[in-house]
């Protein structure tokens, strides 16, 4: 048995049962038998410029050549750290907020769930402690986002998780609002995903954010977005929030700031949140060893230059629009259900179990993930217009012969 465990697999599964990917270029990933598979998840949501792009590779090997890491604990700081958070701000709805940085969606997670209840007993709110989830939600695997995440079978199984976590269920803002009548005065912040992607690719519903937002404010909770897939162009703006109009009060990234070529995550602070915590000798005791990596930090600024330039945030409608024509085209011809997702995160729904439907584009060399009853297609955002055309018939290939 080989001493690698992979992570959300049976670990009794053989490693020489897993595909073994060797390269990558654009949307495509070759493995060690040689046979290809287009990219249908960006690998795992996460890389928005596609694979082998040698502007970031340089751009970090460049970086690691002059100073390869080191820490940005009180005193220090490094020039591509300052960098990277001055431009990831600067594409965010707060421009003039602040950035935390971590490596992982998890950290980002737990590290926006301390800020909320922070500023909560700063502010005096001894007793807002709550943190609301949303069923479906996903927000990583460390202990304070297993604990908020809305998907039961990923909290079960570890003894017990983190108190005062309340969950509202999905498109039903009457449920949220009887929630804070009730428990309001102890609610420290709601976190939600813009679009939710892992639970399952469910776009809100009309006003659903808006409404969080609202109460919130009536309240004095904050709202938290969990950004790690939706941030950097997926749903068609920069941030979800910018394509919903909802601003949080505190938003978390990872996965598309640097599609993956390193590790890189963060919590965007609204400019009143961090002033809240800004207070001359007050000292925010929390942070880790690799925040401001400056290779991450590299390959930030190298990324976000490339999705700039190559229009990639408008490149994802595209990517929507040519999608859509094709689901149009399946459900028309009786092959799908319906289907639902907007910009680049899209879940067809195909009626029945979606297992021997996805084992079979694997099959034909198309990489996507299978949910239920639901096919999920999440490209990198480079994706061609020919490569669209090959998961659709492949998804209509497989979902007639499976
Ligand atoms: C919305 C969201 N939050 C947090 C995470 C956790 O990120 P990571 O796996 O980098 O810890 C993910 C990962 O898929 C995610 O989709």
Redesign the pocket.
Known sequence: MSALLHPFAEPAKPESDFINIVSATGSMLTADDGKQYLDGMAS??YCQVGHGRTEIIDAVTAQMHQLEAYSIFDPFTNPRAREAADLIVSKSPHPDGRVFLGC??????DSALKLARLVQQRRGATDKQIIVRRTHG?????VG?TSAQGIAPNREGWGDLLPHVMEIPNGNIEEASKLFAEHGDRIAAVIS?PVQ??GGVHVPEDGYLEGLRRLCDQHDSLLIF?E??CGFGRTGSWFGAQTFGVTPDLM?F??GVTSGYQPL?GVILSRRIADEISEPGFLLRTGYTYAGHPASCAAAVANIGIIESEGLVDRASHIGRKSVEGFDALVADGLLASYRGVAGVWAVEIGRDSAPVKAKMLEEGVIVRGMGENIIWCPPLVVTDDEIGRFIETLEKAISVS
């Open positions: 795992l949501w992982s969606g998890s950290e980002a997670v996903y927000h990583g695997t460390n986002g995903e992607g892992a969990d790690v897939i978390t990872a996965k995550s």
